[in-house]
């Protein structure tokens, strides 16, 4: 089973640009959910989509949005890019809502590494 | 509010040694505790999961604690190898959340040497 998928796996940008990162989970699972990480802050959540709706979302600002096609798929998009966003965008899927009482496990891609400069 | 705190920040030991990471939460409602290895530039991976009644959960080389009373788990790795070198995070589960009901560790960092 093809594990799940993130493109591009880098990424240059300069401030005020905007980017659009992609992910295709793992075949048959409906949850995809979002996470930055940073060296000092680690794995902070964003937001999680299910059956192509937004089920859950992190403290992070508007110019930070999503969406879930209904393959599964699921894009994220950053607008007006600052210095501060530079870091690896995670994307993990779930056969269901992550964080419930299941014993699921959630699989993460690779990530997409982006830089502002 | 939940966190989890997990130590050493980082921890560098000598290859063939055993070594034990730490996690301390406060989650509540728990429902479940998982460890991840994540190499450098690559997305974490899962090692064990543990639920409330389970107290230890092994994956090879990997043998996961869980005291629930004490809110402490800890992550033993026996007879380390190079590929051990890794970042290993901690994920707490709150019952009944989605995604935000996970609440991570900022990870150990751990280099093995040969």
């Known amino acids: 089973k093809a594990g799940v998928t993130q493109t591009p796996r880098y990424l240059i940008k300069t401030r005020g640009q905007q980017v659009t990162l992609s992910c295709s989970p793992i075949s048959g699972h409906r949850s995809v959910s979002w996470y930055q990480q940073t060296p000092g802050q680690g794995l902070q959540f964003l937001f999680e989509?299910?059956?192509?709706?937004?089920?859950n979302k992190g403290n992070f600002p508007g110019r930070f949005s999503g969406r879930q096609f209904s393959n599964s798929r699921s894009e994220m998009n950053v607008s007006t890019l600052e210095l501060g966003d530079s870091a690896l965008y995670l994307c993990a899927s779930f056969i269901g809502l992550a964080g419930g009482t299941g014993t699921d496990t959630q699989y993460f891609g690779p990530g997409t590494r982006l830089t502002v400069l | 509010k939940n966190q989890v705190e997990q130590s050493p920040q980082s921890l560098i030991i000598l290859e063939g040694k055993n070594c034990t990471l730490q996690?301390?939460?406060?989650?509540?409602?728990?429902?479940?505790l998982r460890w991840y290895k994540q190499d450098t530039g690559r997305g974490p991976v899962s090692l064990t999961i543990m639920t409330f009644s389970e107290n230890t959960k092994s994956n090879g080389r990997y043998t996961a604690t869980l005291d629930a009373d004490t809110k402490q788990s800890s992550l033993h790795i026996t007879a380390s190898q190079l590929s051990d070198s890794a970042s290993y995070i901690c994920?707490?589960?709150?019952?009944?959340?989605?995604?935000?009901?996970?609440?991570f560790g900022k990870g150990t960092h751990l280099i093995i040497q040969p």
């Open positions: 994920v707490v589960s709150a019952k009944g959340g989605g995604a935000d009901g996970l609440t």
């Open positions: 996690c301390n939460y406060t989650v509540s409602p728990f429902s479940n």
């Open positions: 989509y299910f059956s192509e709706t937004q089920r």
